[in-house]
């Protein structure tokens, strides 16, 4: 093998021994999975904002904006649930770049995965203690999954990621919901594909076990838009694209329909700021449908405390990403009130 082996790492029952959660963390997180859960299951008609940066790049800056959130959760609890994005894992189109926390706690130092295992619980962690909120990963590699699973009350699985047989069966076996991302063809039916598989249970090899999983009825769907065979970035958030999907949903006959919306990536074509707009015309679409309205339960947006994206560099701007681009906290902050009294008027 062509394979250069550097190190044994531990395993995640060895990190969480070392990196424990406390009883009272732990409260918090079942709070938060129930309250969340019964979004999805329909016993609550609050609506989920996934909200954060595109990459959690450094630990200060998203504690200072999940700090930022926490206060913001606060003045608009009576409509929505807000999740803090918190993406430690990164994927890259070819394989080049910042790949996420977990590589590389430093971005402008060279990779080292101990130190990222480390980095990415002891920041979920914070996360949690600091401001009361448990966050949102994406499970780009199923096999990491557990070094962070204690703390997640949401994963996704993203475009590239939801064809592939391991992410659907380790989704299965998750206790929390696992958003489905249509890939980047935006063949709709591979998402429903994904879902059903994710909802149903298997047996199969995890981490050197053979595991049976029971299921999870929390699985559901995330737009984020499509790129064509030209690599053309095009939209699947408006009325006729929900209401198409929410008839192929109904056709499969799936536990808990629902769909997430992600205002970014090929819905807005990177155009960041376009994310005001998409999420005010998702909410127009929901006051027009009650079919729409029953199964939209939120929306993804990347937001960090300054507008736009950069390069990697050691005199980076605090706050802003390095990867996508993102929209700043004032816009951020006025798009959530506006989401607010929207909500509030339904």
């Known amino acids: 093998m062509n394979l250069e082996f550097i190190r044994k790492l531990p395993i995640p029952a060895e990190i969480k021994e070392q990196f424990p959660l406390s009883e009272n963390l732990k409260k918090i997180k079942a709070e938060r999975d129930s309250e969340i859960a019964k979004v999805f299951t329909g016993e609550s008609k609050k609506f989920i904002l996934i909200i954060g940066p ?21 003045k608009v609890s009576d409509q929505i649930i807000i999740i803090p994005r918190i993406y430690t894992n990164k994927p890259r189109t070819t394989g080049a770049g910042y790949k996420g926390m977990i590589h590389q706690p430093d971005p402008n130092k060279a990779e080292d995965m101990l130190a990222g295992i480390i980095a990415i619980r002891d920041l979920h962690t914070k996360a949690i203690a600091e401001t009361g909120l448990t966050c949102a990963d994406e499970m780009l590699y199923p ?7 204690d703390l997640l009350s949401y994963v996704a699985v993203g475009a ?3 064809e ?15 958003g489905m991302k249509n890939p980047t063809g935006g063949d709709l039916g591979v998402m429903l594909n ?6 149903g249970s298997h047996t199969f090899l995890y981490r050197g076990w053979e595991c049976h999983s029971h299921g999870n009825p929390l699985s559901h769907a995330i737009l984020r838009g499509y790129v064509n065979k030209h690599g053309a970035s095009l939209p699947n958030y408006h009325y006729e694209d929900l209401m198409y999907l929410y008839e192929l949903y109904k056709e499969r006959g799936l536990q808990n329909m629902a ?9 807005s ?12 015309e998702i909410l127009h679409s929901c006051r027009q449908s009650p079919e729409i309205k029953s199964y939209v339960k939120g929306l993804m947006i990347e937001s960090y405390l300054e507008d736009g994206s950069q390069k990697i560099s050691d005199d980076a701007i605090y706050g802003k990403s390095i990867t996508d681009p993102c929209l700043g906290w004032e816009k951020s902050e006025r798009l959530v009130y506006d989401i607010a009294e929207q909500l509030a008027l339904m």
């Open 194 to 199: 994904s879902i059903m598989a994710a909802q």
């Open 143 to 149: 096999e990491n999954h557990r070094y962070l699973n």
């Open 259 to 267: 769909v997430i919306v992600d205002t970014n990536h090929a819905n």
């Open 54 to 74: 595109c990459s959690a790049d450094r630990e200060d800056a998203v504690l200072e904006y999940t700090s930022r959130l926490a206060k913001l959760q606060e």
């Open 164 to 178: 592939n047989q391991q992410h659907r069966l380790t989704a299965s076996g998750i206790d929390i919901p696992v």
């Open 160 to 162: 590239r990621s939801v």
């Open 269 to 280: 074509g990177k155009h960041f700021e376009q994310q005001i707009r998409i999420s005010k």
